[in-house]
């Protein structure tokens, strides 16, 4: 090998030496030989594409024609050379690849997932009409991470953020660490629920989870602190559990797909413009005739100060939580013939956590798992000096989007119900108290991602009924997936498409575990 690059290296030698004596064209007798007319072509390519892989660094008028310093990788260093900051606000843009409506814990994930994958070729726009997130769900998350759902995907997207998450650091850095806190979490059962709840522990320990079933006087001997009145089993959660600040990811997706050049807008996405194409056609849609297919085009964005822009884009992805239902029907889903009729099921739900204090001697160490109760009411240990935090997600009919404490519901409601379970906490002091909102997927309390089976252009990522900031990661990659390869890779959540709404195939999720 080395005897034929030494051949290869003095035939190349050669020629440029005949072409140079025979004069510019390289018209010598040397030059002719087919041999080293082929080799000297083939050197000329390499150097083009040695000049393509590693370029010039541009030379200043100071350093003079002869300096040729060579700037190794800088065409595929992806660390951010040409980072913004991301702490300067964005140019609006009037046009884009793929614009993402909400700024939350899934629509950020997207554009971290998105601009991963494609830095440079893809321009994503994500649009988030509260970036304070005063609101938000992310904001008023327990942080939940625990793969004790009743679906594989679910599971498996679980399981999915806990790889992902013990490997922070290579992802994100140590800028705004995620303070995972690995004790696992404890969902307990009566007797009407225990079978399920075993049933459930076994498929996730098949996926890769690890989990014990814990009876009632086991309960009891491991946690002193728990009152096993009315429970006959209880699941704990061994590895991969646990609860992360959720604020943290959010920022940590915020700051990474900004610094790789996505674009955050601060406004309101109140309608669409729409364009007929008559080279599309949807099949299976009676109300849809051909060639009168009518699709999204632009997305009418009402910007902080009140001004109002469009913003043209090839692909749109709904994934606005709380608000998904509205910008949907702003879609004319809900509201259109055919496929067009089935809405996007998503309601808004309102959540209130409560910070408490005590200094009882018998009060759940720093070990305690998040517990959750058969009610519903959680609460897990938070730092040091006997803080907690607890909340229960409110009942169906507490249906606003009015973020006010209500004074009575803790005495009402949270204290009873921890005052039985641990009676440690009976006497608790309340020393906070906050409210939040949270989208309800009021079909089957499930997530919806993946296309919509009417636009081609469109894709949802939404409903997850108050576990989406577990499920963030995975979902983000699971669209990002779609968008630029056409199909699930990391999980198949095919299952949890719109085209169940269409068909009625209800993917039930029975514990719907809170994060």
């Not at 409506?101 to 070729?121: F, H, N, Q, T």
């Not at 309340?430 to 919509?452: F, R, T």
Request: with cysteine; net charge negative.
């Amino acid at each position: 090998m080395l005897r034929y690059r030494h051949a290869v290296r003095l035939l190349q030698h050669r020629s440029y030496s005949a072409g140079a004596a025979g004069g510019s064209g390289g018209t010598g007798d040397e030059d002719k030989h087919p041999i080293r007319r082929t080799f000297r072509l083939l050197g000329n390519d390499m150097r083009k594409i040695k000049e393509f892989f590693v370029p010039k660094d541009p030379v200043s008028e100071d350093q003079g024609e002869s300096r040729e310093h060579i700037l190794t990788q800088s065409k595929f260093k992806f660390e951010g050379e040409r980072k913004r900051d991301p702490t300067l606000p964005d140019e609006f843009q009037t046009h884009c690849d793929v614009l993402v409506i909400g700024g939350g814990g899934i629509g950020s994930s997207i554009a971290y997932w998105l601009k991963e994958k494609a830095r440079d070729g893809l321009n994503v726009v994500v649009v988030e009409k509260d970036d304070t997130y005063a609101k938000a769900a992310s904001r008023f998350s327990v942080g939940g991470l625990c793969q004790q759902f009743s679906l594989p995907e679910n599971i498996q997207m679980s399981l999915f953020a806990a790889d992902f998450l013990r490997n922070a650091r290579e992802h994100f850095g140590n800028e705004v660490p995620l303070q995972f806190t690995p004790h696992g979490h404890l969902l307990l059962a009566g007797e009407e629920q225990a079978e399920s709840l075993m049933r459930s522990s076994e498929l996730q320990n098949e996926l890769g989870a690890r989990n014990e079933l814990l009876t009632a006087d086991r309960l009891a001997a491991r946690f002193p602190w728990l009152n096993t009145k009315g429970i006959a089993v209880g699941c704990h959660g061994l590895e991969k559990e646990g609860w992360f600040n959720s604020l943290a990811l959010l920022s940590n997706f915020r700051r990474s797909a900004s610094g790789n050049g996505a674009h955050f807008i601060s406004g309101e996405v109140v309608d669409f413009n729409f364009h007929s194409q008559t080279d599309i056609s949807v099949v299976g849609d009676a109300g849809s005739d051909e060639g009168n297919y009518t699709g999204l085009d632009k997305a009418v964005i009402q910007l902080s100060d009140g001004t109002r822009s469009t913003c043209k884009f090839a692909l749109c992805v709904i994934a606005a939580g709380a608000s998904s239902g509205q910008v949907a029907r702003l879609a004319r889903i809900g509201e259109g013939p055919g496929m067009l009729q089935v809405p996007l099921p998503i309601d808004v739900r309102k959540r209130y956590l409560y910070a408490i204090n005590t200094q009882a001697a018998n009060a759940p160490g720093m070990a305690m798992p998040l517990t959750i109760d058969p009610s519903g009411t959680f609460i897990r240990r938070d730092g040091l000096g006997g803080n907690y935090i607890c909340g229960h997600n409110l009942p169906e009919e507490a249906v606003s989007d009015n973020v006010t404490v209500d004074p009575q519901h803790f005495e009402k409601h949270i204290r009873p119900t921890l005052a039985t379970r641990v009676p440690s906490l009976a006497d608790a002091k309340l020393i906070d108290s906050c409210a939040g909102l949270y989208e309800q997927n009021v079909y089957d309390e499930n997530g919806i991602v993946g296309p919509h089976p009417y636009y081609h252009n469109l894709y949802v990522a939404t409903g997850f009924s108050g576990h989406g900031i577990q499920q963030s990661l995975a979902v983000g990659r699971a669209i990002s997936e779609l968008i630029m390869d056409g199909q699930f890779r990391t999980i198949d959540l095919s299952r949890l498409s719109f085209d169940r709404l269409i068909v009625d195939q209800p993917m039930y999720e029975l514990n719907n575990v809170l994060s």
